[in-house]
């Protein structure tokens, strides 16, 4: 198990990428309102905290998908105990926060925050599953796909979840109100 964590480590770059996100994502954010000369979001600070522990939430979840993954790949039952317990409790933060959001925030009217964290989002899984495509590649041409199990399965999730992300970003707003014609 500790093989496991140990070639998981790249995951330790998120807890340096991730930290400051909450006040660097504020700071953009007022910078934005600003410099627009629009009316800032009164609830900007609640909503970047929520958001940014649904960012965390959802990164876990990510993870521990790649790790259950592996998980079954190698028949690796501490690798299926450990991503399922943190599949279940993140998942569970994340819907959480999927649900208070909408309905504690005034996130459809100033739909800013949501934006710049699914792109925050896009850009972590675009990069992961880069890399892990990347490795997995050259793992199966130097030693075999016994090798390239635990890049294989992150490469997996990843790519999914890139696919989702960006299907996210690029379409327009969930968030914007719909006008009616007069």
Known sequence: MSALFGSLSFLMVYVYVVVPLAPIVYIFIKWRFY???????????????????????YQAVIASLAVLFYGLLGNEKDAIEVGLGIFISCGLLY??????????TNTREFPLTARIYTGF?????????MISFVITVVLLIE????????PLAVFVVYAIAWVVQTLLFCKPSLFKRKTTAS
Do not use: C, W
């Open 121 to 129: 989002n896009l850009i972590i899984v675009g990069l992961v599953g």
């Open 35 to 57: 410099r627009d000369n629009s009316s800032p979001d009164p609830q900007l600070g609640m909503k970047t905290v929520l958001y940014y522990f649904k960012t965390l939430a």
């Open 143 to 150: 030693q075999g796909l016994k090798k390239a199990e635990l």
């Open 95 to 104: 819907v959480v926060h999927y649900i208070i959001i909408p309905k504690l």
